[in-house]
């Protein structure tokens, strides 16, 4: 008799991706465990599926920019904001400050690893900043829907800073904490990215989302809170 | 496939709206949760319609979409808590010890509920799960899978193995 199949060729014989083999028809071992492997397929393709909500269809159709959370669409933003903050001298300073942090908050977004400390626990990114900053970090417990996805060190404009990357829902915050003179008092929001900016415990944050600026202002207290 | 340039999302739709059902399905199997999966589709179709110029017609539009689907999964919060720390198929201790003197019962299957099924398949590790829905439930081919996951065909074979070979033991335990 020939050999038996190895494990691969069973699930290839299973899955319709194996030539007939003559071994099947003399081997009921081998045959046996075809067959549970088919019978496993046929009972999944059997299991009820997921049916999609009402109204989900239509809101994919009605899509275009309302949602903008696309690494793709950063890209392009940033490509935008690039060429306008490297053309046009006319931008006053706060302009510069919002398109610089909104590059970090795309570039950062569009790397492999975002953050370096990977952690949804506030008592284990807090801690990590220590010894790498001059300053204390404090990461306040989020409130749903705000979520802490991790965090890492950052420089801009030659100052260190904190970064913490928060989610709410589908959609990624940027959160830079710089010591507080680093940071103008105001930055305009940028290309429909908001920009919001808050001093607190002489520090001072910059929220960087594609969200409403008023969506982001619940993780402004959070963060202002003693 | 032609693509009619003057209407980008109108043949981007046509190609992509037949893929919605299937796609919350497969969302669904990732997330483990109906709302990320919603927003998990919602993304897919909006970064497809705007990546949808680097679509190379004549190549298989299922698996972009679904690599789409999937990318943006592994992003997520929850995906990237999904993902394996080391690479699973590298680790040789992991594979568990398959037999196949050990002899399946017939019809075992055919006497598990849709329930317990569910669940046994949900409990596997990402790697595993998604490997098995995408053969199983999204009846896709090795190659498609390995062009979906961008893993060779022999991973696409290999992960099946264990995958099925999870299940089983699992289901045996229950009974």
Not at chain 1, 60 to 68: D, E, F, I, K, T
Not at chain 1, 69 to 83: G, I, R, T
Not at chain 1, 167 to 188: E, M, N, Q, T, Y
Not at chain 2, 88 to 99: F, G
Request: charge should be neutral; aromatic fraction near 8%.
């Amino acid at each position: 008799m020939t050999d038996h199949l190895t494990p691969e060729e069973i699930e290839q014989h299973a899955d319709g991706e194996a030539e007939s083999a003559e071994h099947l028809r003399e081997c009921a071992v081998c045959a046996n465990a075809v067959l549970s492997a088919m019978q496993m397929k046929r009972a999944l393709r059997a299991m009820p599926r997921f049916a999609p909500p009402a109204g989900l269809r239509a809101r994919v159709l009605a899509a275009p920019p309302a949602r903008r959370s696309h690494v793709a669409w950063w890209l392009a933003a940033a490509a935008v904001l690039a060429l306008a903050i490297g053309g046009v001298a006319l931008l006053r300073a706060r302009d510069a400050a919002a398109g610089q942090l909104v590059d970090l908050h795309t570039t950062i977004l569009a790397s492999a690893n975002p953050v370096d400390v990977l952690s949804t626990d506030r008592h284990t990114v807090k801690p990590w900043f220590e010894g790498r900053l001059p300053f204390a970090v404090d990461v306040p417990d989020l409130a749903l829907p705000f979520h802490l996805i991790g965090g890492r060190v950052i420089y801009w404009r030659g100052q260190p800073g904190a970064y913490l990357l928060i989610g709410k829902g589908a959609h990624r915050i940027s959160l830079f904490v710089f010591a507080s003179d680093a940071v103008p008092r105001a930055i305009a929001s940028h290309a429909g990215m908001s920009v919001v900016v808050w001093r607190a415990h002489g520090l001072a944050y910059v929220a960087v989302a594609d969200v409403p600026a008023d969506d982001l202002q619940p993780l402004r207290q959070a963060f202002a809170r003693d | 496939m032609t693509r009619d340039s003057a209407d980008p999302r109108a043949a981007f739709e046509e190609l992509a709206l037949p893929l919605f059902e299937p796609l919350y399905n497969y969302a669904r199997w990732l997330t483990h949760d109906p709302i990320e999966a919603e927003d998990l589709v919602q993304e897919t179709y909006l970064k497809g319609l705007r990546g949808f110029g680097s679509f190379a017609p004549g190549t298989n539009f299922r698996a972009w979409m679904y690599r789409i689907l999937r990318n943006t999964f592994l992003t997520s919060r929850s995906g990237l808590r999904a993902v394996p720390p080391v690479s699973i198929d590298e680790d040789p201790d992991a594979y568990e010890q398959i037999s196949v003197a050990e002899t399946p019962e017939s019809l075992f299957f055919a006497r598990v509920d849709s329930e317990t099924l569910r669940s046994s398949i949900e409990a596997l590790p990402l790697t595993f799960r998604e490997v098995l829905v995408l053969s199983d439930v999204e009846n896709m081919s090795y190659r498609e899978i390995a062009e979906t996951l961008s893993i060779p065909i022999g991973t696409v074979t290999s992960r099946l193995v264990r995958a099925r070979q999870k299940v089983r033991n699992t289901l045996r335990g229950e009974r």
